[in-house]
């Protein structure tokens, strides 16, 4: 089974305008942690927000929201306000391990997004 | 600055070689990771460490094989039983949970290697 499923290969989304990036986990750890990053056409690989999996409150990063919901295990992007520069392939990251364990981390397949003038 | 260095940025092999890729940190993180990444896809775990001397097979280990001898350093060895191993490949870093800079995983600028 996947750990982290991304079910949107591609999304367009209008400048100045909200975005969501979808993203569904799979694991039997307590404690784990979900995190996103951005992908440029460069290569690099950029941090963007990160979750524990107890953490109340849903994590927020400038315009960067993650919509936590532990029950239906989901840790859905949101980009307010797209901007041009947003235009790259985002991937979901699951970390699991944190007990003691080996921290293993493992990535979605990625959703390419494209922001429209 | 701390960071990930990794290196060649790009390497041609023939096929039947092994190559090596080095991946040096000095952020004194205690994991690390080495994940490829073909064109349009995820990344795939290929191996992780979390301490010296000790480490385990990720989602795609067969052809690859790592060390880590030192903390600072877990270079990748593609051998010549990987079958398919022209890709982008991305080493990481993290710090254990809880600590400063804990929840973030740091990645190099990522090495490209082409089979000829």
């Known amino acids: 089974a996947q750990k982290i499923t991304q079910t949107q290969p591609g999304m367009f989304v209008q400048e100045k305008e909200a975005v969501t990036l979808d993203c569904t986990y799979d694991?039997?750890?307590?404690?784990?942690?979900l995190f996103w990053y951005k992908q440029p056409s460069s290569g690099e690989m950029i941090f963007l927000i990160y979750q524990g999996s107890y953490d109340e409150q849903n994590a927020t990063e400038g315009r960067y929201s993650l919509n936590f919901q532990k029950a239906r295990k989901s840790a859905n992007l949101v980009i307010s306000a797209s901007q041009l520069g947003d235009s790259a392939m985002y991937f979901c990251a699951m970390r699991e391990g944190l007990r003691g364990g080996y921290q293993k981390v493992t990535f979605g397949i990625g959703t390419k997004l494209q922001v429209i003038p | 600055d701390g960071g990930i260095t990794q290196s060649p940025k790009y390497l041609f092999r023939k096929e039947g070689q092994n190559v090596t890729l080095s991946c040096e940190q000095n952020?004194?993180?205690?994991?690390m990771y080495w994940y490829r990444q073909d064109p349009g896809q995820g990344l795939r775990l290929i191996y992780y460490s979390q301490i010296v001397n000790d480490f385990q097979k990720g989602d795609i280990a067969e052809g690859y094989s790592v060390s880590r001898e030192k903390k600072e350093s877990f270079p990748l060895t593609v051998t010549s039983a990987q079958k398919n191993p022209t890709a982008f490949y991305l080493c990481?870093?993290?710090?254990?949970?809880?600590?400063?800079?804990?929840?973030?995983?740091?990645f190099g600028e990522g090495s490209w290697l082409t089979v000829v």
């Open positions: 694991t039997s750890d307590q404690s784990y942690g």
């Open positions: 990481a870093s993290s710090a254990q949970p809880g600590q400063s800079s804990g929840n973030t995983i740091y």
């Open positions: 952020l004194n993180h205690d994991a």
